[in-house]
């Protein structure tokens, strides 16, 4: 994965590897389609392979391309983890058969890999000795493609499992813990996580009901436990909008910390209070303070969800239809209780979000880039981002280095792919 940042070459905005100052695509079809554009709308982010079992595939989560830990760590970590990374579970597997597939696995284009194995070793009484070999010769695998890797801790299994299956499990996980330290391999305990810390047995609160495979809260409480360690593996990507001019707003909010903003207007869901510009924290950017708009949603009080949309204008005269456009933002998320999802779309007319879906997720410290193509009928054009907060939540939402760029007329359709 390059290490990317933006420069103007010719007039044109242009991605390039900071270290061989070669261009690098944009991913997006720029069409209409919400199948199409789903999967493609962030900037090209690390291709990471998941390697594992049913756990890394998704079992027991209601969705596994929405809900389960790989989804999940896509959307806390942002586009720095590529949609097309490579789901590497399958059910039922022992560490020696994820070792056998494992060229398979870094032959997809993979730049880092994520290893949770062990729970059906376990179950299979494999010894410490076969685990520690076949871990082992896992790492050798990664380091002779040049590959960074990390591995997780074995997941607890219920009570109703026994307790010898709980003591391999501890076996496992007590040499991954000192190998991985020595070693200094990057290690996620996802039992730490998801264990009960008074019986170490798997806590209700994340068991699917099977004593086996968490369910959607579990799988979050994975993503969130793996976050933080994959987070140190992926290059730190620089933000294009890093300075006032060169897109289509008059005002974008833009990494300076001065007050900006007076192209934004609430459009719908007035119920959402507060507002503002308020200056981030140092080190939310690379480049450090970041001009935001702020809006609260406190209905802690209980009742319907409350949700407001916030739009920026776009210049009119600076694209028509057929022009590709990229919308670059970063949102923050501020919780008291609660929490608050985010849709992105465009506003042709009125105030409704119209003709471009972005899915949800949840607006944790957040780089959105999205592209999209001009349609005859997208008129006083807007960008407008919809939060979404639920009953008895309490949550402020910041959202700053936000501009859109014309790529047609910066000459950029050919990082279109």
């Known amino acids: 994965m390059p290490v990317l940042n933006a420069r103007w070459v010719n007039g044109a905005l242009e991605f390039f590897d900071r270290v061989t100052g070669k261009k690098v695509n944009v991913a997006g079809s720029g069409g209409l389609d919400y199948a199409k554009l789903s999967p493609n709308s962030r900037l090209v982010g690390t291709k990471v392979g998941f390697c594992g079992d049913s756990i890394t595939f998704g079992a027991a989560s209601s969705n596994a391309a929405v809900t389960s830990f790989r989804a999940m760590l896509t959307k806390l970590l942002g586009y720095r983890v590529a949609l097309s990374s490579v789901n590497g579970g399958v059910s039922g597997e022992r560490s020696d058969q994820l070792l056998a597939r494992m060229d398979s696995i ?14 059906n070793d376990a179950s299979q009484s494999v010894t410490l000795a076969t685990y520690q070999t076949n871990i082992t010769a896992i790492k050798a695998k990664a380091d002779a493609a ?16 026994g ?21 200094n391999i ?8 998801l264990a009960d810390t008074q019986t170490g047995y798997l806590s209700a609160t994340y068991d699917s009901g099977d004593a086996t495979h968490p369910n959607n809260a579990g799988h979050l409480k994975i993503a969130q ?9 992926l290059p730190k990507i620089a933000w294009p909008v890093t300075a006032k001019g060169g897109g289509l707003c008059s005002n974008p909010l833009y990494d300076s910390g001065v007050a900006g903003g007076t192209g934004w207007t609430l459009t719908a869901g007035t119920n959402a209070t507060g507002g503002g510009y308020t200056a981030s924290t140092p080190g939310d950017l690379p480049n450090g303070i970041i001009t935001m708009v702020r809006r609260i949603y406190d209905n802690s009080a209980g009742g319907s969800a409350i949700n407001g949309t916030w739009a920026l204008t776009i210049d009119t005269t600076k694209f028509a239809a057929g022009d590709v456009l990229l ?15 985010l849709k992105l779309g465009s506003i042709a007319s009125g105030s409704t979000l119209t003709s471009i879906p972005f899915e949800s997720l949840p607006t944790n410290n957040t780089f959105i880039p999205f592209m999209f193509k001009v349609t005859a009928a997208d008129t006083n054009l807007k960008f407008g ?15 700053g280095a936000t501009d859109v760029f014309n790529l047609t007329t910066l000459g950029m359709t050919s990082l279109v792919v």
């Open 225 to 233: 436990v793996i976050q933080p360690v994959l987070d140190l593996m």
């Open 385 to 399: 981002f919809n939060f979404q907060a639920n009953a008895n939540s309490n949550v402020s939402v910041d959202f």
């Open 146 to 161: 040049g590959l960074p890797i990390m591995f997780c801790t074995v997941p607890p299994r219920g009570s109703s499992i």
């Open 186 to 193: 990057p290690l996620a305990d996802v039992y730490a996580g």
């Open 327 to 341: 919308f670059a933002g970063y949102v923050r998320q501020n919780v008291t209780s609660g929490g608050c999802y």
């Open 163 to 183: 307790a010898g299956n709980l003591d391999l499990t501890n076996q496992y996980n007590a040499w991954l813990r000192f190998w991985c330290l020595i070693n």
């Open 106 to 119: 870094i032959a997809q284009g993979v730049k880092a890999l994520v290893v949770l194995i062990g729970t």
